[in-house]
């Protein structure tokens, strides 16, 4: 195996969390103080719009997550130069950016699904790019056609082979008006940074408009990019010829701060996040009080805890923003299991992603998954065969159990209920939290959680 290979491999390690079991004495309420950096769903982002300037960028907030590793891996084997800077600032200098073998590609990008956002900026400055099969969480078939669609429409010939997609741009990449069947985050992004450097105007309707693609037009703009987001979904980009390198403090995870607040919610916590902020997490504070968890807005952060008393039963339906976040269901879900009564999560991003529960069932949960659309309106994955709304009925006792990780959010789930449950649980397949959650382990301990790694 040649030495990238043998690098790709071990990018794509897991991040502090080197033991693949860890054993869990619940019961113990999670109290104490934790640190959030850079969301994981725009560092890794702004990592490849770096690609796109004529001088180094400096990121800063940068969590040591696994999915930073795979970016970073592929960005050097594109040729970027990137160093890391103190705890979490990464400087990033593409003058050198190059071609590299689709086997090296491959390897790095094993896990993750951001080597799709290569495709704009690589066929801006190579006029070429080649992604492999995508990973990412396993939560649904999470296609790739809007994608496609996209640099299609911007003059990119898509060539699919055996080993993944090829791109070349014959014609360089001209501004298009697109419009999105569904508000994709990845779609938007693509565009956005397809759009920056083409020739002339793109009108995208129906984008994503998430705080972390907001943090992600910041940069882009700081690069010198030129671009309106209007009302009703609908963004404009003119292309400019040159980008420089962006100077910029990511955004704050806001997944992993409603992750921990849910964690407070469960174990009958008092967990301090520092780093959250209220404008960007408004609609899981609304849904959070009414479910029964307590807050404190601070400068510095938010404090969430169980006031004590019983949790009520809540009708949730996730979406894209400003709606309710996927990504926020699966820890939430846990705490819904002590409320008293009948909630219901109809989730509307993914099709699959109440996998996690069927351990919490084996926890004790009763919890039951329906193809119906419940609670809300009809979504696209009504009249399919997808069992995409949960009825949960509460309170539940939960009780110890052997778990194996699933996917990212769910792996999350399933230690918050293995730390409220009675007895000692073990988990399994944990190395897939490190893609997401930073010193995920330190900070369990900080927090006073009973457990054991098995190495
Ligand atoms: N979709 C298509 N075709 C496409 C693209 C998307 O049908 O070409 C569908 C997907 O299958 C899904 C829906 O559109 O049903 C939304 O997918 P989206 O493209 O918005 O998701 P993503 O960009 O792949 C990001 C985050 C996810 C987060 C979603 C929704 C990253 C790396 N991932 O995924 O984060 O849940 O947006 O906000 O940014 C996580 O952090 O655990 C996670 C899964």
Redesign the pocket.
């Given at each position: 195996m040649n030495t990238l290979l043998q690098d790709a491999q071990a990018a794509g390690a897991s991040v502090g969390l080197t033991a693949e079991r860890v054993t869990v004495h619940g019961g113990r309420p999670l109290k104490g103080r934790i640190e959030l950096k850079g969301a994981?769903?725009l560092v890794?982002?702004a990592m490849v719009a770096s690609l796109l300037g004529e001088t180094p960028s400096e990121l800063r907030s940068v969590p040591e997550i696994s999915?930073v590793r795979v970016v970073k891996g592929l960005l050097e084997v594109h040729g970027v130069k990137v160093t890391s800077v103190g705890d979490d600032t990464l400087l990033l200098d593409p003058s050198a950016v190059e071609s590299a073998h689709f086997e090296v590609i491959d390897a790095y990008a094993g896990s993750?699904?951001?080597p799709i956002l290569f495709c704009g900026p690589l066929l801006h400055r190579l006029g070429e790019a080649f992604i492999p099969d995508l990973g990412?969480?396993r939560?649904?078939?999470?296609?790739?056609?809007?994608?496609?669609?996209g640099l299609r429409r911007f003059g990119a010939v898509v060539d699919k082979q055996p080993q993944g997609i090829r791109l070349t741009a014959p014609n360089g990449l001209k501004g298009a008006k697109i419009e999105l069947?569904?508000?994709?985050?990845?779609?938007?992004?693509q565009v956005l940074l397809t759009a920056v450097r083409a020739e002339g105007i793109t009108e995208l309707r129906g984008a994503?408009i998430?705080p972390?693609i907001m943090d992600l037009i910041n940069i882009l703009q700081k690069m010198g990019a030129i671009i309106s987001v209007d009302t009703d979904r609908v963004i404009r980009i003119e292309g400019v010829d040159r980008l420089e390198g962006y100077s910029h403090t990511a955004l704050f995870d806001r997944?992993e701060a409603a992750s921990w607040a849910s964690a407070a919610l469960a174990t009958e916590g008092d967990i301090f996040v520092g780093g959250a902020r209220q404008a960007e997490l408004g609609t899981f504070l609304n849904v959070y009080r009414k479910v029964g968890g307590a807050f404190d807005i601070h400068e510095d952060g938010i404090r969430f805890y169980h006031p004590g008393g019983k949790l009520k039963p809540a009708i949730i339906e996730t979406d894209?923003?400003p709606g309710f976040?996927?990504?926020w269901q699966q820890p939430l879900v846990v705490a819904l299991t002590k409320a008293e009564g009948v909630s219901i999560v109809h989730e509307t991003?993914?099709?699959q992603r109440f996998g996690f529960t069927d351990a919490l069932v084996d926890m004790g949960a009763q919890i039951q998954l329906h193809r119906e659309c419940l609670g809300g309106a009809e979504c696209?994955f009504g009249r399919r065969n997808f069992q995409h709304s949960a009825v949960i009925v509460g309170p539940t006792k939960l009780r110890a159990a052997d778990v194996v990780v699933p996917?990212?959010?769910g792996g999350f789930s399933h230690f918050i209920a293995a730390l409220s449950a009675e007895g000692t649980s073990t988990i399994s397949n944990i190395g897939i939290i490190a893609r997401?959650y930073e010193n995920f382990i330190a900070k369990l301990d900080a927090l006073g959680a009973d457990f054991v790694i098995e190495s």
């Open positions: 994981k769903n890794t982002k999915d993750s699904r951001i990412g969480c939560i649904g078939d999470r296609p790739i056609d809007f994608h496609l669609e069947p569904y508000p994709s985050v990845g779609a938007t992004e994503a998430e972390e997944n894209v923003h976040m996927t990504d991003v993914y099709e696209r996917d990212l959010r997401g």
